[in-house]
């Protein structure tokens, strides 16, 4: 693990990340016009009981549906496994990420979303579709999508809420301990060594220089390793809670789910660059600018 990896490492991040946005819009898109495509036919179809044809054409729709989910999971999979190696190179960065806006970041929880989050997404998103379709299940329609869960499925998700709060508590107390070693004694030693130096006027030599820097560096490590390990066990437990809550759903419910989150990961991270270039023309931003694609 190295303390500040440099601008190379920042910067291939920041174009994969880039990339990886285009192509989650490009699964967005084909999310959107297979759920539209569905939603049309099932409006034009008669109740789906009693025959082999129809049967089969459900396998069928379900088999399009689930390669379209396994294909987002990929996609989920291939962001983490790029950030798991860029933080190996600079754990810091993913803490403090510059291809996300400041509107992002004031939403950070160890270096990306809270998965709690993905159960307040799944009830707003349930909700409004509930409220939208109400008139077709009042008549004992199925609308296919998350107004349309089940008794067996709300209580399963609720299950999975409370034991990912609960794991996300253990993470987040343990971010508290880390971060609370930035009091500890060599740190609060080293930097009064410091500060006397400085008062005293007395200019270090070379050694007395190298000699710092290491016991800088050295304090620094071992804190920085363990921010490695946080961020590790926080993506473990977004990405575990997201394939968790799409086990949960109906494929046509996972899609309804996923393009929920992708629009709003999207539309929040354009706002929110929207937001930096506007303060930027009004000389309100700072800090250095990679490039975008």
């Not at 759920?35 to 025959?51: A, D, I, L, R, V």
């Not at 004031?106 to 709690?116: K, V």
């Not at 990961?265 to 354009?270: A, E, I, K, M």
Request: glycine share 6%; aromatic share 8%.
């Amino acid at each position: 693990m190295k303390i500040g990896g440099g601008t190379d490492n920042i910067e291939s991040f920041n174009n994969f990340f880039q990339c990886w946005l285009v192509e989650q819009d490009q699964f967005l898109n084909e999310l959107l016009d297979v759920s539209k495509h569905y939603e049309t036919n099932n409006n034009n179809n008669t109740p789906t009981t009693g025959s082999t044809s129809i049967g089969d054409h459900q396998v069928s729709k379900d088999q399009v549906l689930r390669s379209l989910i396994d294909k987002a999971i990929d996609h989920y999979e291939k962001y983490y496994r790029a950030k798991s190696r860029s933080a190996k190179e600079d754990v810091l960065a993913m803490f403090s990420p510059c291809w996300m806006s400041k509107l992002e970041e004031a939403f950070l929880w160890i270096g990306g979303w809270r998965p709690s989050m993905a159960f307040h997404l799944l009830y707003s998103k349930s909700g409004s579709q509930f409220e939208a379709r109400l008139s077709e299940l009042l008549r004992g329609i199925s609308t296919g999508d998350l107004g349309d869960l089940s008794p067996n499925q709300v209580v399963r998700v609720d299950e999975l809420q409370m034991k990912t709060i609960r794991e996300e508590r253990q993470v987040t107390e343990k971010m508290a301990k880390l971060q609370e070693t930035v009091g500890d004694s060599s740190m609060v030693e080293l930097s009064h060594k410091v500060t006397e130096l400085i008062r005293s006027g007395d200019r270090m030599s070379e050694e007395e220089d190298e000699d710092e820097d290491e016991q800088v560096e050295s304090n620094l490590a071992s804190k920085e390793e363990g921010f490695g390990e946080m961020l590790d066990e926080a993506d473990d437990l977004r990405l575990r809670t997201l394939i968790e809550v799409i086990s949960i759903l109906k494929p046509m419910q996972a899609v309804h789910f996923l393009i929920a989150a992708w629009e709003l990961h999207l539309r929040v991270h354009d706002w929110g660059k929207k937001r930096d270039a506007r303060n930027q023309n009004h000389g309100g931003g700072d800090g250095v600018n990679l490039p975008q694609s």
